[in-house]
């Protein structure tokens, strides 16, 4: 969750990740590098409704904006092609606590919206990336600070959805908020199973609320996907769609879209906090295919 001075970024640098390519049957691992600049410490994720490309951010305030390269629609690479800093709304730079970017989302006029998880907020950019801040959100008590906000999605109406990375006081379950006409209202709470905490989430195409989950091990990180239905409000369960069989690194950015052929798809990308140990880089993997297909 660190970053190199945005200086030492050049445009159009090819994205130093690893990039994980899944298909039905097999998985595909392709390192990509050539670049002389290293991007990592990515934890939100927006692809583009093609698949084309896509937007990142690091929780540093970076955003990374790239294109993605594919043979016979599996994932195969990624490049970079911008690169900047988010700022508040004077258009000065976020330091220290107020830095701690964590989820991403983009609003139907294409603006970013991306929830913060030490000082916990969530704020609007403009196209030049100065940021003005939504209502606030009720107190969270004792709450701790790198545990906050960190997944954030917006449902078909344009109403942000946010949930914690850990719980306030109950273990049994993370609080879920939706901002409606201008407040944060609670709207339930997204029961945990098995030691995983949220770190990402999206609303896919059936207007389901896919939610990135984590746990962390002696084996290293564990990653899932849950398909919640957020009609019922209260206790949340949901379906997990998809379980990590392998380590991939910290995976905490999730983005669901359909890809042309009308599979479903769910891409993720993995914090490395700029550490060379960890993995960094982009998991791509089919939820669902369409009927009728093999």
């Not at 050049?10 to 390519?21: D, H, R, S």
């Not at 107190?139 to 545990?147: E, K, Q, T």
């Not at 906000?149 to 109403?159: P, V």
């Not at 009308?262 to 891409?267: I, K, V």
């Amino acid at each position: 969750m660190r970053r190199r001075p945005a200086v030492a970024i050049g445009l159009a640098t090819v994205l130093c990740l690893t990039v994980w390519a899944w298909s039905v049957l097999n998985t595909e691992t392709i390192e990509i590098t050539g670049g002389p600049d290293y991007v990592g410490g990515l934890s939100g994720l927006v692809v583009l409704p093609d698949g084309s490309g896509y937007t990142a951010i690091g929780d540093r305030n970076l955003v990374v904006r790239g294109q993605f390269q594919r043979q016979d629609g599996v994932l195969t690479g990624a490049t970079v092609t911008g690169v900047d800093q988010m700022r508040d709304w004077k258009g000065r730079f976020y330091v220290g606590a107020w830095n701690d970017a964590e989820g991403l989302a983009l609003t139907a006029d294409g603006r970013l919206m991306v929830s913060f998880e030490n000082q916990y907020r969530v704020v609007i950019f403009d196209d030049a990336l100065r940021g003005t801040l939504l209502p606030p959100i009720p107190p969270m008590g004792n709450a701790a600070g790198n545990a906050g906000f960190e997944a954030l999605a917006i449902d078909a109406q344009g109403r942000p959805v946010i949930i914690m990375e850990r719980p306030v006081k109950l273990p049994a379950y993370t609080m879920v908020f939706r901002l409606e006409n201008g407040d944060w209202r609670r709207i339930g709470n997204l029961v945990r199973t098995d030691r995983f905490l949220a770190t990402g989430a999206d609303f896919g195409p059936d207007g389901k609320l896919y939610v990135l989950e984590r746990r962390i091990g002696l084996n290293g990180f564990r990653s899932r996907i849950r398909r919640v239905d957020l009609l019922d409000e209260g206790l949340m369960t949901g379906d997990i769609v998809w379980a990590s069989h392998r380590a991939h690194g910290n995976l905490e950015g999730l983005s669901v879209w359909q890809a042309g052929d009308g599979t479903l798809r769910a891409t993720m990308v993995a914090d490395d906090n700029q550490l060379s140990f960890l993995p960094g880089g982009f998991v791509e993997i089919t939820l669902a295919k369409p009927a009728g297909a093999d």
